[in-house]
């Protein structure tokens, strides 16, 4: 039967106990819709992203593998690279020269970067900033000055006695010491003042002889004979002065005369004014003639002795004003002079003893105490000097350098000479001119630059030494001096080795090599391979250097420090023969390495790159490749050496180097 369908009025009907429960299953069934819903959200949803961002870094480098896009340092490595063809590569490390092509550096395999000059009117002397990375850079300069300078030499002394002014009171005669009227250290004493009895029956009879012999004077006044008054005024004499002689004054002798009465109790007095620096004897005891009992000491002047270096010593003279400050008290300043310079030095502590003397008439200073000694000496006496703040010179070992701006944003490296300095300034003997303007902060990364650049720096100063005589060296006429009339016309007016740029003659009698018809001369026969390999590229090198202010000005030095040791076993190759003379030559040259420099030179025996006896050329160069020492005959096989290590490495054998 169909049942009628709800009406809106009507009222549900409540489910009896045996009815299907439809309502709870359509509420479980929703809460597991929810439940899905929610995980979907906390795993689904993160894990879209992740995959999406790893798909994406993983297409941007197919991207760049592919070469469709390059990052910001290969498009500027390649515009810098296209758009300048002369760019050179050096090692972070600086481990070797400038090279012309990018690459890993063969000592430490670090990757080539570019050398930058800082600017596209730099030269090899100098750097160019421009403003903005100047005030990044925090670079600040300074004037060269001329101004008298002294040199404040400073030393810390200690406060002693005036020993011209200490006293000894010693007993005169034989006695016991009754009394002690100065019975402290310490205490002062004016000049007269009584410092002791002194019970003496010696001085008792000698008194007594001088009283009787005052009375025979005065009852011989009226005696005719004139030699007994001559001897009683003799004996009287002699009496007074023997009292003089046990410590008695004139002034007690005269109150003895007076008194007419012998005493045998005496008082000793003060010979000075001063302060009792030590006591020796007590009251009541015996004392000996000669027995000391009180030491004085002036202490209205005091000596300050200091210790000086020889160097200083030399500076200061007799008289000259030292300002001190005691330790216990800060803030007063006491002025002395230079009494005395020990003319010796002391052996042990290899300094100069110096004597100052100080007024003390206030009694403030105490001996023993320490003071800070400052004495001001002029330099050079007197005369003005060119000066330049401490922080401007940058120093490595014996070299100093300074970068001064030539012109606005241009630093060059100068080598100076530096004097004495004095505070914050430093004097320049040499390589400065009055005016000049030097860097003072900043001139660290300045430096760093010119490094970057494969300039003079402080790593190598002495490339930035100018050279003073442009005369070649004596070596050079007598090597050329060996070839033929034409060749030496030949090679002095060619005057440098295309490959190494060195100076013709300077390794010994140059080598001739024709290039397309063309002579050219080298220094060494280790250039011979590079030259012929690339010989337009070291062709344009002799263009340039014929050039005014070419490349012949900015010869590049490839001295490398000599890094490790190594151990060198017999070799296999054959020794090239030597006549007589160059076994002596080789000798000689070997001579001027170290001891074992000298050893390992002899065992590997040849160059590797040129073939020759090590020494043949000169003092044999020490190059580390790849963790090995190799020897070579010149400086032309090292570009060589380090360009190709493996294959010229190989020529000394297996066993040769370890």
Request: net charge negative; with cysteine.
């Amino acid at each position: 039967m169909h049942e009628p369908d709800n009406k809106p009025g009507d009222l549900p009907q409540a489910a009896g106990p045996y009815d299907t429960p439809a309502a709870p299953e359509a509420k479980a069934a929703e809460a597991r819709h929810h439940s899905h819903r929610w995980w979907i959200k906390l795993v689904v949803q993160p894990l879209l992203f992740l995959v999406a961002g790893v798909g994406l870094i993983a297409g941007l480098g197919v991207a760049q593998k592919q070469g469709w896009i390059s990052t910001a340092t290969g498009s500027a490595t390649h515009v810098a690279s296209s758009g300048d063809e002369s760019t050179r590569y050096i090692c972070p490390m600086m481990c070797t020269p400038p090279q012309a092509e990018p690459g890993r550096c063969p000592v430490c395999a670090m990757e080539l970067v570019p050398a930058t000059s800082g600017g596209g009117q730099s030269d090899s002397r100098s750097v160019r900033i421009d403003p903005v990375s100047r005030r990044v850079a925090n670079i600040h300069t300074a004037t060269v000055k001329s101004m008298p300078l002294d040199r404040m030499i400073r030393a810390v002394g200690e406060l002693n006695y005036d020993e011209g002014s200490l006293k000894t009171i010693a007993a005169y005669v034989d006695g016991r010491l009754e009394r002690l009227y100065a019975d402290y250290t310490g205490v002062v004493v004016e000049k007269g003042d009584h410092l002791a009895l002194v019970y003496s029956p010696r001085l008792y009879s000698a008194q007594v002889e001088l009283l009787l012999a005052r009375k025979s004077v005065d009852e011989s006044q009226s005696a005719s004979l004139r030699r007994v008054v001559d001897a009683n005024n003799n004996l009287y004499q002699s009496a007074k002065q023997r009292l003089i002689e046990l410590g008695m004054t004139g002034q007690q002798i005269d109150q003895l005369e007076q008194a007419g009465e012998a005493n045998s109790r005496m008082h000793l007095c003060a010979p000075i004014s001063g302060t009792v620096i030590e006591k020796i004897a007590v009251e009541g005891q015996y004392v000996k003639e000669g027995d000391a009992i009180y030491h004085l000491a002036d202490l209205s002047t005091v000596w300050l002795m200091i210790d000086l270096f020889p160097e200083e010593a030399a500076a200061i003279r007799d008289g000259q004003t030292v300002e001190a400050e005691v330790h216990s008290l800060p803030g007063q300043t006491f002025v002395g002079r230079v009494a005395f310079i020990d003319p010796t030095v002391n052996r042990s502590k290899r300094t100069v003893r110096v004597r100052v003397v100080i007024p003390n008439q206030e009694g403030l200073l105490r001996v023993g105490d320490y003071a800070k000694a400052m004495i001001r000496a002029p330099l050079d006496a007197g005369d003005v000097a060119l000066v330049v703040p401490r922080s401007a010179v940058l120093m490595n070992g014996g070299h100093s350098v300074v970068y001064v701006e030539t012109e606005p944003g241009r630093f060059e490296i100068r080598h100076i000479t530096r004097g004495a300095s004095s505070g914050d300034q430093i004097v320049v003997l040499d390589g400065l001119h009055e005016g000049e303007q030097v860097a003072t902060s900043g001139n660290f990364l300045i430096d760093s630059q010119m490094q970057l650049a494969g300039n003079p720096s402080l790593i190598d100063p002495t490339r930035a030494i100018p050279k003073l005589d442009d005369s070649p060296s004596p070596e050079v006429p007598a090597a050329l001096a060996t070839l033929s009339e034409e060749d030496r016309l030949l090679a002095e007016r060619q005057r440098i080795c295309p490959v190494t740029l060195f100076a013709l003659g300077s390794m010994g009698t140059p080598p001739k090599v024709d290039i397309n018809g063309q002579s050219v001369f080298l220094c060494c026969e280790g250039c011979r391979e590079a030259l012929l390999e690339e010989p337009e590229k070291h062709l344009a090198k002799l263009a340039e250097s014929a050039v005014p202010g070419g490349a012949q000005a900015d010869t590049p030095q490839l001295d490398l420090p000599p890094i490790g040791e190594m151990e060198l076993v017999s070799p296999s190759l054959v020794e090239p023969q030597a006549g007589e003379s160059e076994s002596s030559e080789i000798n000689v040259a070997l001579a001027k390495l170290s001891p074992q420099d000298r050893l390992l030179a002899e065992e590997q025996r040849v160059c590797p790159v040129a073939g020759m006896p090590l020494g043949s050329m000169g003092a044999p160069m020490k190059v580390i490749v790849g963790g090995r020492t190799v020897f070579i005959c010149c400086e032309g096989c090292r570009e060589s050496l380090l360009a190709e290590p493996t294959r010229y490495l190989a020529k000394l054998g297996k066993e040769a180097v370890r």
